[in-house]
C-alpha cells in the first residue's frame, strides 16, 4: 500500500511540475516576464491545480472581464490534458483577479439576497462566468430562503436569484 500512494504522490508532483513549466512556456513564448506557482488543492474531494502568476502585465494577461484569463487557462487544461493524457482542473490566477473577484461576487449577492428576501421577487443578475456562476449556486446550495438557477445558452447564460 505504501508504494500505491508514494507512486500516487510521484505522479501528482509530476503534474504540477508539468503545469509550472508549461505556464512559464506559455508566458515566455507572450514575451511576460512572470513568477509561477502552482499549488495541489483538493476541495470537496476534487484535485484542483490553482496556478498562481504574479507579473507586472497583469492587465494585458486579465483581458476584458477576465475573458484573455480564461481563455489561456483554457488552453493551458488543453495543453496539460494533451501531454499527461487525462483531464485535470486547472484554475489560472493572475495578480489575485480570481480572489479579488470572488470578494466582490460575495458581497454582490449577500447584497442581492436581502433585497430578494425583502421584495419577494426574483433578481438576474448580470453575465457571470462558469465559474462566478459556480461560486453562486456553491453560496447559495443549503440557503434557507432563495435558491440560484441559471438559465439561457453560452454567452446569453444568466444566473437568477429568487424566493424558495
Do not use: F
Not at 54 to 72: M, R, W
Not at 116 to 144: A, G, N
Amino acid at each position: 500500500m505504501k508504494n500505491k500512494t508514494s507512486k500516487n504522490k510521484t505522479s501528482k508532483n509530476k503534474i504540477v511540475e508539468e503545469i509550472k513549466k508549461t505556464t512559464e512556456d506559455l508566458l515566455t513564448k507572450l514575451q511576460t516576464e512572470a513568477e509561477v506557482v502552482v499549488i495541489e488543492e483538493e476541495t470537496e474531494g476534487e484535485i484542483n491545480y490553482k496556478v498562481s502568476i504574479q507579473t507586472p502585465e497583469t492587465g494585458l494577461l486579465i483581458g476584458y472581464h477576465g475573458e484573455t484569463l480564461n481563455s489561456l487557462q483554457l488552453l493551458l487544461g488543453v495543453i496539460i490534458y494533451k501531454k499527461i493524457k487525462k483531464w485535470v482542473h486547472i484554475i489560472v490566477d493572475i495578480g489575485n483577479y480570481r480572489k479579488m473577484r470572488e470578494e466582490s461576487i460575495k458581497e454582490m449577492v449577500n447584497r442581492i439576497v436581502g433585497e430578494v428576501q425583502t421584495t419577494h421577487q426574483p433578481v438576474t443578475l448580470p453575465y457571470l462566468s462558469p465559474l462566478e456562476r459556480r461560486i453562486v449556486h456553491m453560496m447559495l446550495t443549503d440557503h434557507k430562503t432563495v435558491v440560484s438557477e441559471s438559465t439561457g445558452e453560452g454567452k446569453d447564460r444568466l444566473l437568477t436569484i429568487r424566493p424558495r
